[in-house]
């Protein structure tokens, strides 16, 4: 990933609400230096997704769509790792 478009997916990471904020950020920051060219696409696409379904697939209110499951399955897990 190019230091350029690390700082596209920070800037869209940065939501409107803040409970995403806190968990958005952290996650890309941390995970950001593994992702290939496929997972920065896909991330971008998931950031595409509107505030409230971000939030209700991440805090497990709603199923997120397939595509998004296995990302969305890594930030709950980091999520659970940052509490304990």
Do not use: C, N
Not at 1 to 29: C, H, I, N
Not at 57 to 73: D, H, N, Q, S
Request: aromatic share 14%.
């Amino acid at each position: 990933m190019t230091e350029q478009q690390f700082k596209k997916l920070q800037w869209a990471s940065r939501r409107g609400m803040l409970e995403l904020d806190v968990v958005l950020l952290p996650y890309l920051e941390q995970h950001s230096k593994d992702f290939s060219d496929s997972d920065v696409q896909h991330y971008q696409e998931f950031l595409e997704e509107t505030d409230p379904d971000l939030y209700a697939w991440i805090m497990g209110f709603e199923t997120p769509k397939p595509e998004f499951a296995e990302l969305v399955a890594s930030i709950k897990e980091f999520v659970d790792k940052q509490i304990k």
